[in-house]
Antibody, heavy 119, light 108 residues
Framework: QLQLQESGPGLVKPSETLSLTCTVS??????????WGWIRQPPGKGLEWIGS???????YYNPSLKSRVTISVDTSKNQFSLKLSSVTAADTAVYYC???????????WGQGTTVTVSS | DIQMTQSPSTLSASVGDRVTITCRAS??????LAWYQQKPGKAPKLLIY???SLENGVPSRFSGSGSGTEFTLTISSLQPDDFATYYC??????????FGQGTKVEIK
């Protein structure tokens, strides 16, 4: 059974870079059928797609975050990662990773990790 | 960018009620629409994909319909486990995926 697990610091200072990793277990990140994505949810608010990556390294980013976002993949570790630079309090959120399929949407999600931006 | 608008934002209903949530896209997305259920403190769960296809393991009381710009999620007989927030999401393009703002289904 495929599982995704987010990891990374729970507290980041303003203007610094947020870094998270999603570890995929029970399946290969190199599957040709899937992309892998990051989604966030500020406290009490809705879901926002951040971006997605294919195992080959092709990336797609939310235009509103594109200038600050980098998503990368490490197939040898079955992981993909998110970096969000120049963070502010508005970036405080629960960050989720998910498996993304062109036909089925986001069918497997990690449990989410809370990141707070504060000095 | 494609904008997704859900209505209502909040819905009060009783167990056994038929519930309908609407999602409108700012431009045609064919049938590239998914519905998710989210409970407090939990990750979203995929319910419906391609507008009307039921994800494996999802109860048949959930159904989706629509194409183009107008979509609906229907719960035929609301159960206690269904009180949650529901999100639509368009995936017309790999380049930009968008969620609706959510509909909270509350106990009346």
């Amino acid at each position: 059974q495929l599982q995704l697990q987010e990891s990374g610091p729970g507290l980041v200072k303003p203007s610094e870079t947020l870094s998270l990793t999603c570890t995929v277990s029970g399946g290969s990140i190199s599957s040709s059928s899937y992309y892998w994505g990051w989604i966030r949810q500020p406290p009490g608010k809705g879901l926002e797609w951040i971006g997605s990556i294919y195992y080959s390294g092709s990336t797609y980013y939310n235009p509103s975050l594109k200038s600050r976002v980098t998503i990368s993949v490490d197939t040898s570790k079955n992981q993909f990662s998110l970096k969000l630079s120049s963070v502010t309090a508005a970036d405080t959120a629960v960050y989720y990773c998910a498996r993304v399929n062109r036909f089925y949407g986001m069918d497997v999600w990690g449990q989410g990790t809370t990141v707070t931006v504060s000095s | 960018d494609i904008q997704m608008t859900q209505s209502p934002s909040t819905l009060s209903a009783s167990v056994g009620d038929r519930v309908t949530i609407t999602c409108r896209a700012s431009q045609s997305i064919s049938s590239w629409l998914a519905w998710y259920q989210q409970k407090p403190g939990k990750a979203p769960k995929l319910l419906i994909y391609k507008a009307s296809s039921l994800e494996n393991g999802v109860p048949s009381r959930f159904s989706g319909s629509g194409s183009g710009t107008e979509f609906t999620l229907t719960i035929s007989s609301l159960q206690p486990d269904d009180f949650a927030t529901y999100y639509c999401q368009q995936y017309n393009s790999y380049f930009s995926w968008t969620f609706g703002q959510g509909t909270k289904v509350e106990i009346k």
